[in-house]
């Protein structure tokens, strides 16, 4: 007896899969190594299949400058283009990653974005805390390079950077060239 095929519902389609058909993703959580392993294999493996555009969802604390970056070069890298949209609140690593898309969008309501100082927890020797203190500074040099090259921040707002936090809302995110557009 011939096996019996599975009454197709609503409910049984994988929602992956058709993501992945229309070349959506989530970065959604911390950016660490994992989540930006994730990231890069998609935004690389969409690429090869075509040069078509990418949509990078991001709702995220931050996480680790390195992985961060680590999908920043990609995304700079790869020929298809990135559309970032900001959907809630992208802090630290994810709001730089966020700036970075070919075409950036954010929620208007909702879409928040704050950078603050690079952070480290750091507890050793001198000389080691001394040497990651080298290793910062020269992340720091990279993360404000992005920052000038795609958006429209102001002295006052690195200022801010520099000391606290920058939180960046609505028609701000316009203004500041963090975003091209609000939905």
């Known amino acids: 007896m011939p096996p019996k095929k599975k009454k197709q519902t609503l409910f049984s389609f994988n929602p992956k899969e058709v ?9 959604y959580g911390e950016v660490n190594d994992n989540t930006a392993n994730i990231i890069k294999q998609n935004l690389i493996a969409f690429d090869i299949i075509a040069n078509q555009p990418i949509t990078l969802w991001i709702s995220s604390p931050g996480g680790s400058c390195p992985a961060g970056l680590s999908i920043i070069e990609v995304i700079q890298k790869i020929n298809s283009p990135v559309l970032t949209i900001i959907s809630g609140q992208v802090c630290s690593m994810a709001a730089m990653i966020s700036v970075v ?3 950036r969008w954010a ?12 952070s480290s927890g750091q507890a050793d020797y ?16 990279i993360m404000v390079k992005i920052l000038k090259d795609c958006t ?5 707002d690195y200022k801010k950077i520099e ?9 701000d995110l316009l203004e500041k060239g963090i975003v091209d557009k609000l939905l």
């Open 152 to 156: 429209k921040l102001t002295s006052d």
């Open 163 to 171: 000391s606290g936090e920058l939180w960046l809302t609505g028609k």
């Open 19 to 27: 993501l992945n058909t229309h070349r959506q993703l989530f970065l």
């Open 107 to 118: 929620f208007g309501d909702t879409g928040v974005w704050m950078q603050h100082p690079l």
């Open 101 to 103: 898309g070919d075409v």
């Open 126 to 141: 001198l000389p080691f805390i001394t040497d990651r203190t080298a290793y910062l500074v020269k992340h720091n040099a």
